[in-house]
């Protein structure tokens, strides 16, 4: 069936460098994917999505690649700041019959003073 | 716009005691979710209202789970009786409509500790 899982648990950057999380997914005729952040204590909240028909998509300071070839998807945050830090989810609909999404365990991002 | 409500925000109750969840969607989103996350795991999806009808309930645990959307405003999720497995997030989300584009908006969820 399809999933959706991320590489890593944890990620810990350095304040002002370059994040990169990733997510592999497995349904290869998934036509849309979302990455969501989640704070503590908070519910997740949606930083950007991308469809298919697309390589990249860039919002503020971040930018989601899609590599469909080998099912792989990453969020890329720049110059990451510690507001940064909190669970990133990514996420894929099912629309056949429904419309739930399928989420990744999530990556903790740690910005390291 | 207010966002998604959930409430209350934490609950702690004992094994065989009822909870009831409430969630109230952006108002207009005839579209209303449920979603639950166990400690350290993925969220999961658990229904999928359309108005006041159940779209999909293929991820309700079992039928200790009930959901109701009277009226196709907020939504209710009771747990009865509530087990030790239930503890976690229950997060409710809410969207315009469905299909590829269409991003679902989250509560801040309610944590659900059982003892």
């Known amino acids: 069936g399809e999933s959706v899982g991320l590489h890593l648990p944890t990620l810990s950057v350095q304040e002002g460098d370059n994040s990169i999380i990733n997510c592999a997914y497995s349904n290869s005729a998934s036509d849309y994917f979302i990455w969501y952040k989640q ?9 950007i999505d991308i469809r298919s028909n697309m390589d990249k998509r860039q919002g503020q300071r971040v930018t989601v690649l899609l590599n469909k070839t080998v099912k792989h998807l ?5 110059a990451t700041q510690p507001g940064d830090s909190a669970v990133y989810f ?3 609909p099912v629309t056949s019959g429904t419309y739930k999404y399928i989420f990744g365990t999530g990556t903790r991002l740690k910005v390291l003073a | 716009e207010a966002g998604v409500t959930q409430f209350p925000s934490h609950s702690v109750i004992e094994k065989g005691q009822t ?7 952006i108002s207009g989103h005839d579209n209303l979710y449920w979603y639950r996350r166990v400690m350290g795991k993925e969220i999961k999806f658990l229904l999928h209202f359309v ?11 079992n039928n200790r789970f009930l959901a109701e959307r009277t009226g196709g405003t907020y939504s209710t999720l009771k747990v009865q009786p509530a087990e030790l497995e239930d503890s976690g997030v229950y997060f409710c989300a809410s969207s315009r409509s469905t299909g590829v584009g269409e991003t679902q908006y989250f509560g801040p969820g309610t944590r659900l500790l059982v003892l």
Do not use: H, Y
Not at chain 2, 51 to 61: A, I, R
């Open chain 1, 39 to 47: 704070e503590s204590g908070k519910g997740p909240q949606f930083i």
């Open chain 1, 74 to 78: 990453s969020l890329q945050i720049a």
């Open chain 1, 90 to 92: 990514c996420a894929e």
């Open chain 2, 19 to 25: 909870v009831t969840l409430r969630c109230d969607p």
């Open chain 2, 51 to 61: 108005k006041e009808s159940k779209q999909d309930e293929s991820g309700m645990p």
